[in-house]
């Protein structure tokens, strides 16, 4: 039995090796017929255009505009008298203003530095310049020996200079003129007597003539000039009545 099992196992191995061979013969010319062709392909790469970026405008910020400030005009107001040794820059040039339609100049009474009462209606008859001025005013300090220099040249011929210190102290006014060696008449204004002749500004002058009429205003400092060429005006009229 076990002599018949080995015949019939080793004819199986027999088949099974010729089978290997048979199949090795019809492997070999198969793949010496079938020949592989591979072509290759050419791969191009298209370049992707890149879209254009366009950067946002950026948008300024609003600025605020600054409100102008309102401008301050300082008020002058009286202080003590400086000292007259301090130069005091001179005036620029003022011409003086005819009135139109001469107007009568308003009367008033004034109580002067030496205690006398003074009124403009007893004056009538003479050429009156009435300054309106003040001890604070550098142009009114400028002036005022101008003035004093003519009262001295024209008293005697029937001219008078009247000073009204205005908004100023009685003491600081007394000094200044008693320094700057005034003689003509001065007092202050304690009754409205710069508002009736409507003085805006310091130094002003009114030039009033024999008839009691305002004759000529000006509002700036005046020189020697200046006044002589009014005063003789009024003295070559003939209605002066000198008092010398």
Not at 161 to 172: H, K, N, Q, W, Y
Request: net charge negative; hydrophobic share 40%.
């Amino acid at each position: 039995m076990l002599r018949w099992i080995g015949v019939l196992a080793g004819a199986v191995l027999l088949g099974a090796s010729v089978a290997c061979a048979a199949d090795e013969e019809a492997v070999e010319p198969l793949a010496s017929v079938i020949e592989v062709s591979v072509t290759p392909t050419a791969v191009v790469l298209r370049p992707t255009a890149t879209p254009e970026v366009v950067a946002p405008t950026a948008t300024p910020e609003p600025t605020a505009t600054p409100r102008p400030e309102p401008s301050v005009t300082p008020t002058t107001l009286p202080t003590a008298t400086p000292d007259p040794s301090t130069p005091t820059p001179a005036p620029t040039p003022a011409l003086i203003r005819s009135t139109s339609d001469a107007s009568m100049a308003h009367d008033f009474e004034m109580t002067l530095f030496s205690g006398e009462t003074l009124a403009l209606s007893d004056l009538q008859g003479q050429v009156v310049v009435l300054n309106f001025w003040a001890s604070w005013c550098p142009p009114c300090r400028w002036e005022m020996a101008s003035f004093e220099t003519m009262y001295q040249e024209y008293r005697d011929q029937g001219v008078i200079f009247v000073g009204v210190a205005v908004s100023d102290f009685e003491e600081d006014a007394r000094e200044f003129a008693e320094l700057t060696g005034v003689t003509y008449p001065l007092g202050r204004d304690l009754s409205g007597i710069s508002r009736d002749y409507r003085v805006l500004s310091l130094p002003t002058t009114v030039f009033i003539d024999t008839e009691g009429q305002i004759a000529r205003t000006l509002r700036n400092a005046a020189n020697e000039a200046v006044l002589r060429l009014f005063i003789e005006g009024q003295i070559r009229s003939g209605n002066v009545t000198p008092t010398g």
